[in-house]
């Protein structure tokens, strides 16, 4: 049975919109300093928003099929035009998934190995998890997004001990800055990965409640994410905290728990691992769902598909100065596919789709 329920949902967009945020906060501390925090409190009211208005209006219009908004938005060619846009941002955030994991478990932990062999042991299971129905990558997806959430909540509980809110002080000292708004659209990139979720809304079974568990799930992504970021601010300070790549493996080596556990990086390790193999998984199959009319050899394209990735991940992997640059640009690629195409898109299906409406009832 491929459906879900409403409330299944709240977990694809957790699983897919606060895991890049987590992983390198340094590159919006690097802007905005100890009021980073700010920046994401205003970044989530906007994500939140966003979210909320495309959910309704699928639920107004009664239509939960991705293609068949932007098909019945504007004339097709340009509609199509705006697909193919937007699913070359779902590869591009396939590709960051499997960047940024290899990349960061090759810069921490397992510094010797090289990229390419840590790619093998990425890609390779996605071969076996594509090859299956649609359920069971629904499990995977749901069982892993659970486990990760309880995982940062153990984490936070243990490391409250090491944090410092006096490195949040003076708040807005230089006052209210340029780069706080910069900041915040730059957070919003890394929420607007709850785009890759959308095209399973297909899969839900009742949609009485969607607009309330699409509510939770962004509430849930926006409590882990300003928790996380203000974690990493007052364990450092901003200045060091802006100058580490990945600083929750470095959190996670001070954890000490009655002198029985010690250096919780298994903490990173579950979060990384999980978290962008299960943006991977998503934002892979959500172009197979949306051109499941045109992918008439699914094993094949699989196979050249993950070539792509690998050949791409093992050049971009390489050098943690240079992703990090990337991956900058890489939130503003996800404002326009993901923030502002959709925006565009399903504000004119919406108002068609009145216009239809005021044509029948008259």
Not at 45 to 66: C, E, G, P, R, W
Not at 246 to 256: G, R, T
Request: hydrophobic residues 55%.
């Amino acid at each position: 049975m491929n459906r879900i329920s409403s409330k299944h949902f709240i977990l694809f967009i957790v699983g897919v919109s606060f895991i890049s945020l987590k992983t390198y906060p340094s590159i919006f501390i690097n802007i905005a300093g100890r009021d980073t925090w700010i920046s994401a409190i205003i970044a989530s009211i906007l994500f939140i928003a966003i979210l909320l208005y495309l959910v309704n209006i699928m639920f107004k219009t009664n239509s939960y099929d991705i293609n068949d908004v932007f098909v019945g938005s504007m004339p097709k060619i340009l509609s199509l035009s705006l697909l193919v846009l937007f699913s070359i941002t779902l590869f591009l955030n396939s590709l960051e998934s499997a960047v940024v994991e290899v990349n960061a478990l090759h810069s921490t932990l397992f510094l010797e190995t090289p990229v390419w062999y840590a790619l093998c042991f990425f890609l390779f299971p996605t071969f076996f998890i594509f090859s299956k129905k649609l359920r069971t990558i629904l499990i995977f997806v749901l069982t892993c997004t659970f486990l990760l959430i309880i995982n940062d909540i153990i984490f936070t509980l243990l490391f409250q001990k090491y944090s410092n809110l006096d490195n949040l002080l003076p708040v807005l000292g230089n006052g209210f800055s340029i780069n706080i708004i910069t900041t915040a659209f730059y957070i919003l990139g890394c929420y607007s990965a709850f785009m890759i979720s959308i095209p399973y809304l297909r899969y839900i079974d009742d949609y009485k409640h969607i607009r309330t568990h699409t509510f939770k799930g962004g509430l849930i992504v926006v409590a882990i994410s300003i928790v996380a970021i203000i974690g990493v601010i007052t364990s450092f300070g901003p200045l060091r905290a802006a100058n580490i790549f990945y600083p929750e493996f470095v959190m996670s080596q001070k954890i000490e728990f009655i002198d029985f556990f010690e250096s919780g990086e298994l903490f990173f390790i579950v979060q990384t691992v999980l978290g962008f193999f299960i943006k991977y998984i998503l934002a892979t199959y959500s172009i197979l769902v949306i051109f499941h009319r045109y992918i008439k050899n699914k094993p094949l394209f699989i196979g050249i598909y993950s070539f792509i990735i690998f050949s791409l991940a093992v050049y971009l992997g390489g050098s943690n100065y240079y992703l990090y640059y990337l991956l900058k640009y890489m939130q503003i690629i996800n404002l326009v596919g993901f923030i502002l195409i959709p925006l565009i898109v399903f504000t004119c299906y919406s108002i068609k789709y009145k216009s239809k409406s005021t044509k029948i009832s008259k």
